[in-house]
Nanobody
Framework: QVQLVESGGGLVQAGDSLRLSCAASGSTFSTYSVGWFRQAPGKEREFVAAIRRTGHTYYVDSVKGRFTISRDNAKTTVYLQMESLRPEDTAVYYC???????????????????WGQGTQVTVSS
């Protein structure tokens, strides 16, 4: 099993930035694809960004140019740098990991067997 712990959420104003961290256990971290998902009250879980073991990255259109996902395999940590935050970015953000995630399903939450507990991001206007 893999343990994932998110951190870095908080309350900010529109236009501010935050960096979320997803710390993972296990010596096979470098083999995982890692994704960030978010869920606002009353809404379905939404894909935000993902990074494959190759370092290739993927984003939902609404965050392209504002969010950057990266990984530090030596620290077994994935980051989500969020810039120019908007009120509509308010949600609980979850990181998820899995091995063998195929490219065509990189944005599908069902493909990720390991999940963290989430961290709250609130953006006020």
């Amino acid at each position: 099993q893999v343990q994932l712990v998110e951190s870095g959420g908080g309350l900010v104003q529109a236009g501010d930035s935050l960096r979320l961290s997803c710390a993972a256990s296990g010596s096979t971290f470098s083999t995982y694809s890692v994704g960030w998902f978010r869920q606002a009250p009353g809404k379905e879980r939404e894909f935000v960004a993902a990074i494959r073991r190759t370092g290739h990255t993927y984003y939902v259109d609404s965050v392209k140019g504002r969010f950057t996902i990266s990984r530090d395999n030596a620290k077994t940590t994935v980051y989500l740098q969020m810039e120019s935050l908007r009120p509509e970015d308010t949600a609980v953000y979850y990181c998820a990991a899995g091995s063998g995630i195929i490219l065509s399903s990189i944005a599908s939450a069902r493909q990720y067997p390991h999940w963290g507990q989430g961290t709250q991001v609130t953006v006020s206007s």
